[in-house]
């Protein structure tokens, strides 16, 4: 596999995505609202008696830390099924599976065409989001909650890993399955199991603290290999030329 | 350059193309004709490594299609233009033939040039910089072979190349075909066309499922025989037609002093035919011989297989 080629379709997606701004746009969004609404509720909610009890800010700051690994299980869906299926609505898979390029070097570009702005934007809108929630809540800690351990396993361990499982599911989804939308549908699939993790964190069934984060963090990038194998075995050029429609 | 030996493929039990044998030389423009659903677009897919076949071989240059190390190094020396163009409707011209000349490795200087080159041969230069989504079927077909020939193939497939096309823009993607014959590139033209088969290729295989035929023009016009001359006289009598009576020709039929003589070799048997006229007297006025086209061997053959 050369790393060459696939950023040579990584870039040509890139620039493809950056012209085409719907899709863009859908994955911006997602985080700046987040980012953005979340110090929104911290600073609207019990206003009248006086906000939120000091004691309670960092069970809620790390609940909504999680949000950063959903996000970007969430984000790399449109673009991973626009890049993948989108060559095939075209009808482009043709002439480019007829150049010197395999099946690893395709993939891998459109995974990285559809890692990059996901994670650029997971990024931004963390960066949005501690800002303002330190800002916000530093009068009354007393210290600056953000950056702290728990947010540095989330983004730099378990919001790329997210990222890249949401991908290989929209790999794979999109190389076996024939439509664009049952494709998409299949990939947003992904984000359920992190919104459950989330929900068993709220409810107390686990807690979010580092060692839990290392453990989920170890559990998912064994299951980026499982993929990865998966979605090499699955891409099949024959079949993608032939039967999709 | 070519070489196809008993190449079949199968879609489960369908029969797409049995029993392809044919060679196409280096330099040579090789028309593929047959009706839909022959089996052309297929033949080049498994040509091109696109798809697999089923049984038999096939050589492109000295590698050996369905063998994984050789299908790479087929595609680096094969450019093609499928059915459906399939460009980049968001990039610009530019940026489309900028793409693949990276994917096969061009320099940048290789890829600058060639796309200047290719542009201004195919008339879009002035509109490189405008996305190929808003181009019209002609343009984006000539596109569509600028891409095929970033990387200077030696071989380039064509898959109905002129289908769509206005009879100028069809013109200029001929003309081109044959400029590129000039650089002795080797081309494999996927074609319904059998006027555009007939005025540019150098060998024709006539397809269904099965191949029919195979040759030049020529000799596919000849191989179905029923070839005729006709000769206009001021006045037809019975001297003359007892003298060609003796030549033991084909039927000959006499319409308002036309005579109208099947033959099976007019180049060979003008001659004597000619020579019994007038010394019957005859004064001929025309000698036409009527072939039959490419057409006519077309549909016998696509009919025979029905
Ligand atoms: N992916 C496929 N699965 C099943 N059958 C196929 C597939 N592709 C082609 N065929 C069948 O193979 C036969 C040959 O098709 P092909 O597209 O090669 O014909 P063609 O000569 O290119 O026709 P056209 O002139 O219409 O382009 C047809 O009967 C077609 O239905
Ligand atoms: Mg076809």
Same mark, same amino acid.
Request: charged share 20%.
């Given at each position: ?37 979340? &110090? ?76 990059? &702005? ?36 989330? %983004? ?8 890249? %499982? ?41 807690? %979010? ?37 | ?5 008993? !190449? ?47 049984? @038999? ?45 990276? !994917? ?14 290719? !542009? ?15 181009? +019209? /079927? @002609? ?70 499922? /099965? ?10 016009? @000849? ?21 060609? /009576? ?7 039929? +006499? ?23 007038? @010394? ?20 016998? !053959?696509?009919?025979?297989? /029905?």
């Amino acid at each position: 596999m050369r790393l060459r080629k696939s950023w040579i379709i990584a870039a040509k997606d890139l620039k493809v995505i950056i012209r085409k701004r719907t899709v863009l746009y859908t994955v911006v969004m997602l985080p700046l609202i987040i980012s953005i609404l979340f &110090p929104v509720v911290i600073e609207l909610s019990g206003q009248k008696s006086g906000g939120i009890p000091a004691a309670y800010l960092p069970v809620l700051l790390s609940a909504f830390a999680f949000f950063y690994v959903i996000i970007p299980a969430i984000i790399p869906t449109p673009i991973a099924s626009y890049s993948i299926v989108g060559e095939k609505v075209e009808k482009s898979l043709e002439p480019l599976l007829a150049t010197p390029i395999t099946d690893g070097e395709i993939l891998l570009g459109k995974s990285i065409a559809a890692f990059i &702005p996901s994670i650029a934007a997971t990024y931004a809108g963390a960066a949005i989001f501690m800002v303002l929630m330190d800002s916000l809540t530093y009068s009354k800690l007393g210290y600056l909650y953000y950056p702290n351990w728990g947010m540095g396993i989330i %983004l730099l361990l378990l919001a790329p890993l997210a990222a890249t %499982l949401s991908i290989e599911m929209n790999v794979i989804a999109s190389s076996r399955v024939s439509d664009v939308r049952t494709a998409s549908q299949l990939g947003a699939l992904m984000f359920i199991p992190f919104v459950g993790i989330y929900v068993a964190g709220e409810i107390g069934i686990i807690t %979010l603290d580092t060692n839990t984060l290392l453990i989920i963090a170890a559990i998912m990038a064994a299951l980026v290999l499982v993929l990865f194998y998966i979605s090499t075995a699955t891409f099949r050029r024959e079949e993608i030329l032939t039967k999709w429609k | 350059m070519i070489d196809a030996e008993n !190449l079949t493929k199968k879609f489960g039990n369908l029969t797409a193309v049995e029993d392809l044998t044919f060679h196409v030389d280096e330099g040579e423009i090789f028309g593929f004709l047959g009706p839909n659903g022959a089996g052309k677009t297929t033949t080049v897919r498994m040509l091109c490594c696109l798809i697999s076949k089923t049984s @038999g071989t096939a050589k492109i240059a000295d590698y050996e299609i369905g063998n994984d190390a050789d299908s790479m190094k087929i595609r680096k020396i094969i450019g093609l233009v499928p059915d459906n163009v399939g460009l980049y409707d968001g990039l610009s011209a530019y940026d489309n033939l900028d793409f693949y000349g990276k !994917l096969y490795d061009c320099t940048e200087t290789q890829r600058k040039e060639n796309i200047e080159k290719f !542009l201004k041969m195919l008339g879009l230069w002035d509109k490189r910089d405008v996305s190929a989504g808003t181009f +019209s /079927k @002609g343009m984006k077909q000539k596109l569509a072979i600028a891409r095929a020939l970033i990387h200077e193939p030696e071989i380039l497939f064509l898959d109905e190349p002129t289908v769509n096309l206005d009879p100028e823009s069809a013109k200029t993607v001929r003309d081109f075909i044959l400029e590129l014959k000039k650089e002795k590139k080797t081309i494999f033209l996927n074609t319904h066309n059998l006027d555009e088969a007939q005025r540019i290729c150098d060998k024709i295989g006539i397809l269904n499922t /099965k191949l029919m035929a195979i040759g030049t023009p020529k000799e596919l016009e @000849g191989s179905i025989g029923g070839r005729k001359t006709v000769i206009q006289l001021d006045q037809v009598n019975d001297t003359i037609l007892n003298a060609l /009576k003796k030549l033991s020709l084909g039927n000959i039929t +006499s319409d308002n002093n036309k005579l109208t003589i099947d033959l099976e070799n007019p180049e060979k048997e003008n001659w004597a035919i000619v020579n019994a006229i007038v @010394g019957a007297g005859g004064h001929i006025q025309t000698v036409t011989v009527l072939g039959s086209t490419l057409e006519d061997a077309y549909l016998k !053959l696509v009919r025979e297989t /029905k």
